[in-house]
């Protein structure tokens, strides 16, 4: 089997093809990605259940959130902040937000440098359980951390995301409501590593975390092209076979609610 990509660009979206060759009877479905940069944190979750909102409605299609956040920690549903191990009146001197969600997962580290991928998607055309959905993100960020020759793995019992013998590389924290998914996954390019300092991350003690350019021999490209090469990862995975990209969407941050049911700050 071969991959046949081609690219184009109408008005501000790109296109991005996907054919397999031994797949040409193929259902056409095409995954829409709003590449956002660096986003605040609040800002990325209302437009999250934004989003999921119109995807229930059948207004939009599975659309994938490709961006950044400044430094950030987060405590899942768990509400596991007994895991920073920072007093919360210095966050702001290591300029850090707290901020808690109610996706799955224990408390984790965002930042510069690190990609995020927050999936807007439709599980039930998918006919995917929970466990299936993950299983398909941590396959991506293993197939991303492939193509620089790094052998990554999915967390064994007790551990999740995505592994590099004992060190973690990649983390998911998922919230799946009528069947429609948010939040998502942070691969580690080359953040700040002295945050994680300040954590236990994702609560599993006596472990450590890495980066790609830590483990990898080979030149990175920018962060941007790794981001895109993340998206077309997550498209293989989960069998979408066009990909069309916004890049001109800072109008629909704007438009954002200022309402927020989800999380606070701290």
Partial sequence: MFLLVSRYRYNSIKVLLIANSDESTRVSKCLEVWKLGTVNYLDALKLQKKLVSDRKAGIIPDTLLSLQHPPTYTVGKQNTDYNLLIPISQLKTIGAELHYTTRGGNITFHGPRQ??????????????????????????????????????????????????????????????????????????????????????????????????????????????????????????????????????????????TKSNEDSKVL
């Fill in 115 to 256: 990609a995020i991928l927050y999936p807007i998607v439709s599980l039930r055309e998918f006919r995917f359980l929970a466990r299936d959905y993950v299983e398909k993100i941590e396959l991506t960020m293993i197939e991303l951390a492939s193509l620089y020759g790094v052998k990554a793995r999915a967390g064994s019992k007790c551990e999740t995301g995505v592994w590099i013998d004992d060190r973690k590389i990649g983390a998911t924290g998922v919230r799946i409501t009528n069947g429609v998914t948010y939040h998502g996954l942070a691969f580690n390019i080359d953040p700040d590593m002295s945050y994680f300092k300040h954590i236990v991350p994702c609560g599993i003690k006596d472990k450590h975390v890495t980066s790609l350019k830590a483990e990898t021999d080979v030149v990175l490209p920018c962060v941007e092209v790794i981001q895109e090469q993340l998206v077309s990862c997550f498209a293989r995975q989960f069998g979408y076979t066009s990909i069309s990209w916004k890049d001109n969407v800072s109008t629909c941050l704007d438009e954002i």
